[in-house]
């Protein structure tokens, strides 16, 4: 194993991925809404629902990690991809390019929050929520700290 391929081994070992749950409620006349009942989880959250956590709010643990990417909107559930469609653009000078859009943007609906969730929204939808990522990873290796010796004379203090 060469020293790039150990330094990559290294710096996967090192990623962590941090995700917060964004969620809304159906109310008969607005729709989805951010406006939640006084029970309900608050709209950004950690996954299990008992911190809140806005993506402006997660900071880095140290200075030793480094995001590794921007927020994005998780777009797997149950190993299938959210309602995918592949739509193609013609640019000025002929070229074809086909990109991914995903017209749920992430969403995943239930009946109620603790309840099981699903791809598609039903008449029995009231709310729904989609997972926002992010990665950050370590970087420190290799870096050294001054420390205070073991032996200090606590006398010259």
């Known amino acids: 194993m060469c020293s790039s391929d150990l330094f990559e081994l290294k710096s996967k070992l090192f990623e962590v991925l941090v995700r917060i749950l964004c969620v809304q409620r159906w109310f ?12 309900d989880r608050p709209h950004f959250s950690s ?17 030793c990690w480094e995001w590794e990417s921007d927020w994005q909107i998780e777009t797997l559930f149950e190993g299938q991809v959210l309602d995918p469609e592949v739509c193609s653009l013609t640019n000025q000078n002929g070229q074809n390019f086909e990109y991914v859009m995903y017209f749920n943007q992430g969403w ?50």
């Open 47 to 63: 996954e299990d629902g008992t911190t809140e956590s806005t993506k402006n709010s997660i900071a880095l643990p140290s200075e």
């Open 28 to 39: 008969p006349v607005d729709g989805f809404s951010h406006r939640l009942l006084p029970t």
């Open 108 to 157: 995943t609906y239930a009946v109620d929050f603790p309840a099981r969730y699903h791809s598609e929204k039903s008449w029995k939808s009231c709310v729904r929520r989609r997972k926002w990522f992010r990665t950050r990873r370590f970087i420190a290796f290799n870096k050294w700290h001054r420390i205070s010796p073991i032996h200090e004379d606590f006398t010259q203090v």
